[in-house]
């Protein structure tokens, strides 16, 4: 028995005739309309419902509920023309290729918690992440993951993909959880007589107010920085089988959903 699962409404195209263009207007109101539970509809400007191949599917809604894909979808296929629809129960969207194990083997999932000891960018602007443990992954641009793992070096996070063949950045990157931020702030304190900034004399470990010239011995003040986060790829970078993160809480809400008719499959 599988313990999540989604629906997707799928809508047939004329095979002789060309792919209409579904505008972007009616996709953003139904998504509104329909959110949570229908996702991956769109991505800023982009239609995220359309197959780009030279296949028979005009569109497909998925979501958790059945009957939100229906409504939403029924409305799209009369709009645009479609020849037939159906809906699946599928695993899309759902994680189920996550792996918990923590060893890297190739062509397989892993999860693993490790501490972040190095970023670096490459020239395409790929994230090369060293790990403890001596691991290493990759985490592509496109993703959009990258660019919020700068000033994460000493992190305690959890981070999970798809493990590469070889190589030395071996884990492809699908998402991310700061477990422990590390990041502590360091700053000199406010001045005690007259609340004026404070900068350190030398290195004797004073502190002399800029503004009223006070010296004296005074404990730092710290700042955590506190920055927990599940970092995730853009919606219009989701593969199959990756879980959006809209659907955080709805898990397993579609094998519950009685379902409407007999043309679920
Ligand atoms: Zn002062």
Request: with cysteine.
């Amino acid at each position: 028995m599988p313990v999540d699962a989604t629906y997707e409404f799928i809508a047939y195209r004329p095979e002789d005739e060309e792919r209409p263009i579904i505008e972007l207007g009616d996709v953003r109101l139904w998504d509104d309309v329909t959110g949570p539970f229908t996702f991956l509809n769109i991505y800023n400007d982009q239609v995220l419902i359309e197959p780009h191949g030279p296949d028979p599917v005009l569109f497909g809604v998925r979501g958790d509920s059945p009957y939100h894909v229906l409504a939403m979808g029924n409305y799209l296929a009369s709009k645009y023309n479609a020849i037939g629809w159906i809906i699946y129960m599928t695993n899309q969207g759902t994680d189920e290729h996550r792996s918990r194990m923590g060893e890297f083997i190739p062509y397989r999932n892993a999860d693993s918690i490790s501490t972040i000891t190095d970023v670096a960018f490459d020239e395409q602007g790929h994230a090369l992440i060293t790990l403890s443990g001596k691991r290493r992954a990759i985490a592509y641009r496109h993703l959009g993951i990258s660019r919020e793992l700068t000033g994460c070096i000493g992190c305690l996070v959890q981070v999970w993909g798809g493990v590469k063949q070889d190589g030395d950045f071996s884990l492809y990157m699908e998402g991310l959880r700061v477990l422990h931020d590390r990041y502590v702030e360091v700053r000199n304190p406010r001045c005690p007589i007259c609340g004026g900034p404070m900068e350190s004399v030398g290195r004797s470990g004073l502190l002399r107010c800029k503004r009223c010239g006070f010296q004296g011995k005074l404990p730092k003040i710290l700042i955590p920085r506190n920055r927990w986060f599940l970092a995730s790829p853009k919606a219009s970078e989701y593969r199959h089988l990756m879980k959006p993160v809209t659907r955080i809480g709805l898990e397993g809400l579609a094998l519950y959903m009685p379902k409407p008719f007999l043309w679920v499959y």
